[in-house]
């Protein structure tokens, strides 16, 4: 059984959603190289790299069973942000966007009784319970760092010796 023709195009837009979601974070990682942050930019490169990752799940399952990838125009991502406070509280409050956006796809294979699809999409809302976790506590420590630049640069080096999204 495929999935719905109504949950096959909301798995084409969230498809547009996660590379939209890269698209963001290497906007937002451009923008802390330019404040000479390369750690921050680092973890936000690493993040932008995930959500591709996710958008190629996606594509792979509607490849899988028997569907039609319609990929979809991306929006521009913002370019100007105010301080990396700024920017991870937009990180915090789009990861939001985004599991609200998992939870209404998985509600969308629960009314559909596509039970592969629910499978499928549980992986997804495990991750972003990791996904929250993560910006939250990295929003907490720019919290904390306030405007001590040598804290400020201590974090960013502690970002930047992350080496993969799982972290």
Same mark, same amino acid.
């Given at each position: 059984?495929?999935?719905?023709?109504?949950?096959?195009?909301?798995?084409?837009?969230?498809?547009?959603?996660?590379?939209?979601?890269?698209?963001?974070?290497?906007?937002? $990682?451009?923008?802390?190289? #330019?404040?000479?942050?390369?750690? %921050?930019?680092? +973890?936000?490169?690493?993040?932008?790299? *995930? !959500?591709?990752?996710?958008?190629?799940?996606?594509?792979?399952?509607?490849i899988d069973r028997g569907c039609r990838v319609e990929l979809?125009?991306?929006?521009?991502?913002?370019?100007?942000?105010?301080?990396?406070?700024?920017?991870?509280?937009?990180?915090?409050?789009?990861?939001?966007?985004?599991?609200?956006?998992?939870?209404?796809?998985?509600?969308? $294979?629960?009314?559909?009784? #596509?039970?592969?699809?629910?499978? %499928?999409?549980? +992986?997804?809302?495990?991750?972003?319970? *990791? !996904?929250?976790?993560?910006?939250?506590?990295?929003?907490?420590?720019?919290?904390?760092?306030?405007?001590?630049?040598?804290?400020?640069?201590?974090?960013?080096?502690?970002?930047?010796?992350?080496t993969s999204a799982d972290e």
């Open positions: 059984m495929t999935p719905s023709k109504g949950l096959q195009q909301a798995m084409n837009d969230q498809i547009r959603k996660e590379f939209e979601s890269a698209y963001i974070y290497l906007s937002m $990682a451009a923008w802390m190289e #330019d404040q000479n942050l390369p750690g %921050f930019a680092a +973890w936000l490169r690493l993040q932008a790299r *995930e !959500e591709s990752t996710h958008a190629m799940k996606i594509f792979d399952h509607l979809q125009p991306l929006a521009g991502p913002p370019t100007d942000f105010k301080s990396s406070l700024h920017i991870f509280q937009e990180v915090k409050k789009h990861e939001e966007k985004v599991t609200k956006s998992i939870n209404d796809l998985y509600g969308l $294979a629960l009314d559909d009784r #596509d039970y592969a699809s629910q499978v %499928f999409i549980q +992986w997804f809302i495990t991750e972003q319970v *990791e !996904e929250e976790k993560n910006s939250s506590q990295v929003l907490e420590s720019v919290r904390r760092v306030g405007d001590n630049q040598a804290a400020l640069v201590m974090l960013d080096r502690e970002l930047g010796s992350r």
